[in-house]
């Protein structure tokens, strides 16, 4: 055998394996430390840029309010900006989430009252943000006001208010109106461009004298700001009008009342991006006009006011305004708002936004794509209106088809209602019939017939109806008088008043003291029937009946 030894130095050297573990090691460290870089430096540096950025957003806003004030009450144009959105630093090998964007935009638009007349709109302007890391709510513009808003849907949360209000000063009331629908969104800087009305079309306050109450939309309640604000002289009752108990639809929308002598009062009107699309009214955006005649004595594509007589119809795409005394012997179609000032007279109006009939005036029938207010003494014929119908003091209308709430103030008479809203008839009014989405409410003697609600029906004292069919509750109070009742809901008989029909109840029946009740009630028990004194049901006396009918 061959006599020789194998040298296995090779198999035996691990030189390299020292180092290699050391790579590995520090490799496991860095990748460690990158990921404790990007999980947590990394957040906290760009909730830095977003709070820098929301800090900067904060003075944009602020500057926006001083233009609207300067353009609204020195009638001069303003041209401003917003930084909307943030990019973040650079990074070599961490990541970064999208660039935080923004957007700028305004509300709905809310009117304006004097007097509860509606004599402008306006709308709230809300900076929303989209950071990734830093939490903040939205900016908002409202009344001269900027707020930071941090409540949730439920109310809770604080308000901050970060550029107080100018609406009053020195006992004078400066409302600056915010009009056209406006939005921006994305990282640059949006351009806000602020345009006043323009002098002879500024909203004019002449027809009204002395002391006045004024309704402002606000998303500030009292206790979180204007309480502290609003000296005690200038308060209306109430003052505060929470979005349950006013008539705008926003949800979260309260109604502003003051009271101040009308020489103190100025109501002035600015545009986002474009000229005030409507200096007098609500909500008209968006509402288109009806069908109009060819060959009409006025037809024109802007706004339209008569001064004198016109012997024909008119037909314009704009405003129309027919001033006092002046008779138009012809249909009036617009595509924008109708006044009629007082004591004038119209036939047929077709109308995409608001119609006003003032006091002693006359239009024959009315068709609006907004909302139909009758003044003092105003007549109309049948009314059809996308949103509210309200008539004032004596006015009078034929039927009335309505797709928000209907109003009938004092001594004021109808035909027929039809409306998507709650239905109040005043002290005296007087309506043939109501049909109602909502609530209905008659007030001291007030008289309908027949009345289908899909809510609740209350009568007040000396109020009169025929059958009640109510998906809620139905309240009689002393001395009213009704035919049969059909409810979904209780059923409460106040003193001395009277039913003169069945009643019907899925809830409990409630008999004040001497209550009528000149038929049977069908509920589910006994129990269900609740008898005040002397109170009677079918000729028995209210307990008896219970214990022999059930």
């Known amino acids: 055998m061959p006599d020789f030894a194998i040298d296995t130095s090779l198999f035996a050297d691990d030189r390299a394996v020292a180092p290699l573990i050391g790579f590995i090691l520090l490799f496991g460290l860095f990748v460690t430390a990158f990921a404790g870089y990007q999980a947590t430096a990394v957040p906290q540096q760009n909730a830095e840029t977003e709070f820098q950025h929301f800090q900067d957003v904060q003075d944009d806003m602020t500057v926006i309010r001083n233009a609207i004030s300067t353009a609204g009450q020195s009638d001069v144009s303003q041209f401003e900006s917003v930084k909307l959105g943030t990019t973040y630093r650079e990074r070599i090998l961490a990541l970064n989430p999208p660039a935080a964007a923004g957007s700028l935009r305004t509300s709905d638009a809310y009117y304006i009252t004097v007097e509860d007349d509606i004599v402008s709109s306006t709308r709230f302007l809300e900076y929303r943000n989209g950071y990734n890391e830093f939490e903040a709510g939205s ?45 921006e969104s994305g990282i640059g800087r949006a351009s806000v461009e602020l345009y006043p009305v323009d002098v002879e079309d500024a909203d004019d306050l002449s027809e009204y004298d ?11 309640n009292g206790p979180e700001y204007w309480e502290a604000e609003i000296p005690a002289g200038l308060r209306g009752d109430p003052f505060v ?25 100025s109501v002035n009107t600015v545009g986002i991006d474009s000229a005030p699309e409507d200096k007098a009214g609500a909500a008209r955006q968006g509402v288109g006009g009806g069908e109009s005649s060819s060959d009409c004595a006025i037809e024109q ?28 012997d012809g249909d009036i179609y617009a595509d924008g708002l109708v006044t009629l000032k007082g004591s004038t007279t119209a036939q047929a109006i077709d ?20 909302n139909v207010e009758l003044k003092e003494n105003a007549k109309a014929g049948d009314i059809n209106a ?28 109808a035909q027929a209602i039809d409306a998507g809203g709650d239905v109040t008839i005043e002290k005296d009014a007087e309506v043939e019939g109501i049909d109602s989405g909502g609530n209905v409410e008659l007030k001291e003697n007030a008289e309908a017939d027949d009345i289908n609600a899909g809510g609740q029906v209350k009568l007040k004292k000396n109020a009169e109806a025929g059958d009640i069919n109510a998906g809620g509750l139905v309240t009689l109070k002393g001395s009213t008088t009704a035919q ?27 008999l004040g003291d001497n209550a009528t009740v000149e038929g049977d009630v069908f509920v589910d028990s006994a129990e269900d029937i609740n008898c005040g004194n002397g109170s009677k049901i079918n000729g028995k006396g209210c307990s008896g009946y219970k214990n022999s009918n059930y």
């Open 241 to 265: 009008v929470p979005p349950e108990d006013n008539d705008y639809t926003g949800d979260d929308v309260y109604e502003l009342r003051l009271e101040a002598n009308v020489d103190e009062v």
């Open 351 to 370: 109308a995409g936004g608001d119609v006003t009939i003032e006091k002693d005036a006359e239009v024959e029938g009315i068709d609006s794509g907004g």
């Open 386 to 413: 996308d949103g509210l119908v309200k008539l004032k003091e004596n006015a009078e209308a034929g039927d009335i088809n309505a797709g928000g709430l209907v109003t009938l103030k004092e001594s004021t008479t």
């Open 301 to 328: 594509s802007g706004d339209y006011t008569a001064k004198n007589d016109v012997e024909g119809c008119i037909d314009v795409g704009g405003d129309v305004e027919i001033k006092q005394d002046v008779d138009v």
């Open 139 to 183: 900016i908002w513009y409202e009344n001269s006001v900027v707020y930071l808003d941090e409540r949730d849907d439920d109310g809770d949360g604080n308000v901050v208010i970060l550029e107080e209000q100018n609406l009053v000063e020195d006992g004078k009331l400066r409302i600056t109106a915010l009009q056209n629908d406006y939005q």
């Open 210 to 220: 002395g002391d006045v109450t004024v309704g402002i939309p606000t998303r500030l």
């Open 484 to 510: 049969a009742i059909d409810a979904g809901g209780d059923v409460t008989i106040e003193k001395d008043a009277e039913v003169n029909g069945d009643i019907d109840s899925d809830g409990n029946v409630d």
